[in-house]
Nanobody, 122 residues
Framework: QVQLVESGGGSVQAGGSLRISCAAS????????MAWFRQAPGKEREGVARIQNYGSPTYADSVKGRFTISRDNTKKILYLQMDSLKPEDTAMYYCAAVRYCGSWRISEYPYWGQGTQVTVSS
């Protein structure tokens, strides 16, 4: 049974940092592309960052230079280090898995976590 469990969300002031995590189980972790999405109230879910087991990660333009995605293949944990946070980063952040990186299309990601809330105050 596939499980993706996010943690580490919380409230932080603008300019601050936060690291969120996603623990994975139930599938062949190292062969999958792992991604972070986010959804703010009243907005569509959007891709934030994704990383395959090889190659360079991909970031949304809105977070480039501020967010860093990484994965620990031994522990099967996905991380998102978020620095220089802005109020517009406030959203529910979701971890997702897909066989190969290449798309932000939500329908192509079969596995999702339940989300962790990140709130950035000004």
């Amino acid at each position: 049974q596939v499980q993706l469990v996010e943690s580490g969300g919380g409230s932080v002031q603008a300019g601050g940092s936060l690291r969120i995590s996603c623990a994975a189980s139930g599938f062949t972790w190292y062969t999958y592309c792992m991604a972070w999405f986010r959804q703010a109230p009243g907005k569509e879910r959007e891709g934030v960052a994704r990383i395959q087991n090889y190659g360079s990660p991909t970031y949304a333009d809105s977070v480039k230079g501020r967010f860093t995605i990484s994965r620990d293949n031994t522990k099967k944990i996905l991380y998102l280090q978020m620095d220089s946070l802005k109020p517009e980063d406030t959203a529910m952040y979701y971890c997702a898995a897909v066989r190969y990186c290449g798309s932000w299309r939500i329908s192509e990601y079969p596995y999702w976590g339940q989300g962790t809330q990140v709130t950035v105050s000004s």
